[in-house]
């Protein structure tokens, strides 16, 4: 049997949401508790990451402690799988640098996100939030992962690394890198925003009622299901139903991912009833959820420092992990 090596990672960018919990933190953690001896994981903070927009320095700080915590709240076992910022493993940005080397222009003109994230100022991005695939690439080649647990939104970007491995192992006749696989569950949607169910929901939506913070308190969450976007229809008997109608699939997606359940099952216990009905049994099924979560988020808030020497820890073993790669890599390349 093959090892399997896990890698994926989060930004600092904002609270955890509903979205990434659902999409990618509970894979990780599910996937951690399935590790056999053999098998290694890797959870970074992608602070690297966050500053390809402009972040303000204390709150960026603040905000990998409050990160850190949330992965740890969440079941990240600091002693089962390596917990660390990205940015304290120099290889990951030695690697990029390489790669982006490799990878083309055109790939990178490909990606949806910087399309999204740029909007209309595309003159006016940064260089760095252009070639983010590339360091994302860099991310989980460095450990050679063969699994990537990754919300449905990161697929292209994940694609991407693919092709850069396959085409750097082409170039040098190697067998250096191997392919990661993107692991994204089928009861793992891609999460939309409350307001709108167009857009996924995400950490720099500028308005907080579209998503659900790990942090909200009940009566937050209570509020911002009741005043999510619905439609005056019932629910229908089956998922198919659901067609045309985001905010709605949406909202039943949600409780599908939270019971463990398919969005058809969750239709036919709700079928022909209204919003008025399942909003309370979803804003249930959420803090039934989130709730022990988010209290042992609260209680590892309040020892900093104790965060900051898990993250230290994490980051020591993850340089080691990463140097022989590295090391090949550059032998590969012909660098001294
Ligand atoms: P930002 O808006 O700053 O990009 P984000 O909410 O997109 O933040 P990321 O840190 O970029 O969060 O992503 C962390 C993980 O969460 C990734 O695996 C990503 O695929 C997943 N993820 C993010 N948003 C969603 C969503 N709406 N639904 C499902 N998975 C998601
Ligand atoms: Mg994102």
Known sequence: MTMRRIVSGIQPTGHLHLGNYLGAIRQWVDMQRALRPEDEAFFFIADLHAITVRQDPRALREGIRAMAAALLAAGVDPQRATLFCHSQVPAHAELAWILGCVARVGWLNRMTQFKEKSGKDREGASVGLYTYPVLQAADVLVYRATHVPVGEDQKQHLELARDIALKFNTDFG????????PTIPPTAPRVRSLRDGTVKMSKSDPSDYSRINLTDPPELVSRKIQKARTDPEPLPATAAGLEGRPEAQNLVEIMAALTRRTPDEVCAEFAGRGFADFKPALTEAILAELGPVSARWKALMADRDELDRILASGAERARAAAAPLLAEVRRTVGLP
């Not at 190697?174 to 696989?181: H, N, R, Y």
């Open 174 to 181: 190697v067998e250096l890198f191997a392919l990661p696989e």
